[in-house]
């Protein structure tokens, strides 16, 4: 299987998008009567589906794509685990950047964030008398702290990495 998809992979992926996109055009053009819908129409377009396999093709892909990714990573850990050790120790530096950050970030909301929720709180109209913002809790609010930090972080990193590896370059 992976010579097969050495040797006629991308052909293969490019003829499977061109399927795909040729499908697309034959469901828009069947239902081609959407193309003169004035914006009022938008709740009519909506309900002839004419999206769904478009949507659930590119679902599809990315599923499937995601499962040859840890399928071939777990493969590839496992036939040559001595090589795959730096990706292994990369991950797990990642990972402990994040549990750092995860630390460091706040569990409680901010100010800034209460305020805002007072400001936009809307009722979302479908009886259960939640808003918009009442999803948001200490753990969530945690987690998105801990990812802002550790994006910015390695940003930071990165950087800092680019600029001393110029100037190292630049003296050699």
């Known amino acids: 299987m992976y010579s097969f998809l050495a040797r006629n992979g991308q052909l293969f992926g490019f003829g499977l998008g061109i399927a795909i996109t040729l499908i697309v055009f034959i469901i828009i053009g069947m239902n081609s009567s959407f193309l003169s819908a004035n914006s009022e129409d938008s709740a009519a377009i909506a309900q002839t589906g004419i999206f769904n396999f478009p949507l659930i093709a590119t679902f599809g892909l990315v599923l499937l794509c995601v499962a040859a990714m840890f399928i071939f990573g777990i ?77 910015v972080g390695l940003a930071v990193i990165a950087f800092i990495g680019l600029f001393v590896s110029e100037i190292l370059n630049f003296f050699r």
Do not use: H, P, Q
């Open 75 to 151: 493969i590839g850990i496992v036939s040559d685990f001595k090589g795959a050790m730096k990706g292994l120790i990369g991950i797990g530096a990642l990972l402990l950047v994040f549990v750092i950050c995860y630390v460091l970030s706040g569990g409680a909301e901010s100010e800034v964030v209460t305020a805002a929720i007072d400001k936009y709180n809307a009722d979302l109209g479908d009886g259960a008398n939640e808003t918009w913002f009442s999803w948001i809790t200490a753990g969530k609010s945690r987690l998105v702290g801990a990812g802002l930090l550790t994006t």
